[in-house]
């Protein structure tokens, strides 16, 4: 009974309660369609960092970490990967010869970062082989192949097969320059890693160093694997070396993360509230109006708490008709885009300084649209009872001689 009248009171006004409804689904789709592209946004960040070499788990010598000296190298990679192999799930790995030197052409030198790499592994863990626009990732058997980014190429203003001279240190501080033939250029989604970062064979460095060196980190890829306990295991196998999840070898990415979350509940809690003043702004207007039907309705015999009730069921009806088909747009524009993704290559140059591609793909959790859908529901149902409050305080025998 109850339902029935405030289902019909609901569309007496079809413009007031049409109005309210539109906006609040427009407010709830609006919130969860930004929290999909900005949770996206984040997460491609991370995704492109972990591939383009940072990895889900890496492993150093102790002391690399603080000076990223060439000397503190892994020197026993055989016992490495015995233990990485031993570790359940599937997992992928390669090992990373680093330092710090400079890359010169005819035109100037930039300082780079170089790694020695074995191509064969490195294309099963990062996605530089995949990320070449322009010749082949160590394609021929040919020595001092260097694989450089467009950034990089661009300043130095080379082209495929030009040599660039590339000149570092070894692990006892001896200078070494050598001329390199650019054989691949690589883009990635961040153009800060593509002009800072250089990729040659370690069969090469060993070459001119005159010895077999070590490494100064394994990289790791697992697959539905909790990187934690993962992390912990080969540590408690090899104590001696630093071994650290991404998330610990480059905290930035998960600082932005947790201050992304922040933000959003921030958003979609003024989202909430601005919803709830409107409802309450809503209902009182019709409870004002209807000041002579409720009195009416008392005074043949309706008690407080039925008027309560109506109301309330109607505010409620408000928000089951909004909410859900904010949350329903919502999905159908989030799926959408997830697949097709959002174009913003006109802000691309800006996107790419940050790690993060000029193509966005919308993604949310299904526990967001169930946490959303109960706040509404809850949210409606409080913003209600100061309207429904306001109905019960009224007195039949003074509202009905006024009016």
């Known amino acids: 009974m109850i339902l029935k009248i405030a289902w019909k009171n609901l569309w007496r006004n079809k413009l007031r309660s049409s109005v309210l409804i539109c906006s609040i689904a427009l407010g709830i789709s609006a919130g969860l369609f930004l929290m999909a592209m900005t949770r996206g946004l984040n997460t491609q960040r991370i995704q492109n960092a972990i591939g383009s070499g940072l990895g889900h788990i890496q492993i150093h010598h102790p002391d690399y970490i603080a000076e990223k000296s060439t000397a503190y190298q892994i020197t026993d990679t055989a016992y490495v990967t015995e233990v990485l192999s031993g570790i359940p799930g599937n997992k992928k790995w390669t090992y990373h010869w680093n330092c710090f030197g400079m890359a010169a052409s005819a035109t100037g030198g930039y300082g780079i970062s170089l790694v020695g790499i074995n191509p064969l592994t490195e294309q099963q863990v990062t996605s530089i082989a995949s990320s070449i626009t322009e010749g082949s990732y160590f394609g021929s058997s040919r020595r001092n192949q260097v694989v450089i980014g467009e950034q990089l190429a661009r300043k130095l203003k080379v082209k495929l097969n030009n040599k660039i001279v590339l ?22 989604a961040s153009s800060r890693f593509d002009e800072s970062t250089v990729f ?50 480059s905290p930035e990415l998960g600082y932005a993360n947790e201050l992304m979350s922040i933000a959003l509940s921030v958003f979609i809690l003024i989202i909430i509230i601005a919803m709830s003043f409107g409802i309450i702004n809503t209902m009182l207007m019709a409870v004002l109006e209807r000041q002579r039907e409720l009195g009416m309705l008392m005074a ?24 859900p088909a904010g949350i329903i747009a919502a999905f159908l524009g989030i799926s959408y885009f997830g697949a097709k993704g959002i174009d913003l290559s006109s802000v691309g140059s800006g996107l790419d300084s940050l790690g993060i591609g000029s193509v966005i793909y919308t993604q949310l959790d299904l526990q967001m649209y169930i946490i959303i859908t109960v706040t509404v529901i809850l949210t409606s149902i409080l913003a209600a009872v100061y309207p429904s409050a306001r109905a019960v305080r009224l007195r039949p025998a003074e509202v009905i001689r006024k009016s």
């Open 167 to 188: 000149t570092f240190q070894d692990a006892n501080d001896n200078m070494i320059s050598n001329a390199f033939r650019v054989t691949g250029i690589y883009r990635t």
């Open 200 to 249: 040659v064979s370690r069969h090469d460095i060993n070459n001119l160093i005159g010895s077999a060196s070590g490494i100064h980190e394994a990289v790791v890829m697992l697959d539905n694997t909790d990187l934690q306990q993962a992390a912990m295991l080969i540590a408690g196998k090899m104590p001696e070396l630093a071994v650290r999840t991404w998330d610990e070898v």
């Open 300 to 323: 043949i015999g309706m008690s407080k708490a039925r008027v309560f009730a109506m109301i309330l069921v109607e505010t409620l009806c408000i928000a089951l008709i909004g909410g």
